[in-house]
């Protein structure tokens, strides 16, 4: 099946440790996407990824980095340096950038600091 | 900068009932706009889109028009049902010059159908 697959579901991560939520699609799609959800709040865009070997921070960046060094994978590693890491994490991607192009999204990532 | 600004809930109806969720935008440019469905502890499933003015999308009974004139893209059903119990945000794609791609999302609306 054609899709956006996120690994793990559920993380926790001990204080002071950094994490990594993968990312894969098989969409062909050019473009890939972080976001961010806390309770009662919209999704916030932590990164994006327009093409391979490319990544611009979006309006949460930091605390967080990214690779794209293969058209299907964007992995996000979550740093020690995030102060309140524990959230719903979601992937997407687009056939590319544009207004018309739909973003589609994954299953999400749920993180937690115990 | 981008804004999508929609009700919060939650919001209860009745099954059967009509519902209206209000959405209304800022944006530079020519947005395409967005509404998508979330289920408890799942992703976010687009439910329908509108490029351009007075387009108007529309998915399993779902409809709304992008209206230009009043910035808004308001989400309508005629007879809801308990399945369509969710979050439901609102969405926009300005891809304006400068900014960053992806979309600007309001703060969702839970919405609650009782039998």
């Known amino acids: 099946d054609g899709g956006i697959t996120q690994s793990p579901k559920y993380l926790f991560r001990k204080e002071g440790q950094n994490v990594t939520l993968s990312c894969e699609q098989n969409?062909?799609?050019?473009?890939m996407y972080w976001y961010r959800q806390d309770p009662g709040q919209g999704l916030r865009l932590i990164y994006y990824?327009?093409?391979?070997?490319?990544?611009q921070k979006g309006d949460i960046a930091e605390g967080y980095s990214v690779s794209r060094e293969k058209k299907e994978s964007f992995p996000l590693t979550v740093t020690s340096a995030q102060k309140n890491p524990t959230a719903f994490y979601l992937c997407?991607?687009?056939?590319?950038?544009?207004?018309?192009?739909?973003?589609?999204f994954g299953e999400g990532s749920w993180l937690t600091v115990v | 900068g981008d804004s999508v600004t929609q009700m919060e809930g939650p919001v209860t109806l009745s099954e059967e009932a009509f519902l209206t969720i209000n959405c209304t935008y800022t944006?530079?440019?020519?947005?395409?706009l967005f509404w998508y469905v979330q289920y408890p502890g799942e992703g976010l499933q687009l439910l329908l889109k509108?490029?351009?003015?007075?387009d108007k999308g529309s998915n399993k009974g779902f409809e709304a028009t992008y209206r230009k004139e009043t910035t808004s893209f308001h989400l309508e059903k005629g007879s809801v049902q308990v399945s369509d119990s969710a979050v439901y945000f609102c969405?926009?794609?300005?891809?304006?010059?400068?900014?960053?791609?992806?979309?600007?999302f309001g703060k969702g609306t839970h919405l609650i159908i009782q039998p």
């Open positions: 990824s327009q093409i391979v070997n490319d990544f």
């Open positions: 969409l062909n799609h050019d473009a």
């Open positions: 944006a530079t440019g020519y947005p395409s």
């Open positions: 997407a991607s687009s056939i590319g950038g544009g207004p018309g192009n739909t973003i589609y």
């Open positions: 509108a490029t351009k003015a007075d």
């Open positions: 969405a926009l794609r300005s891809g304006s010059g400068g900014g960053a791609d992806g979309l600007t």
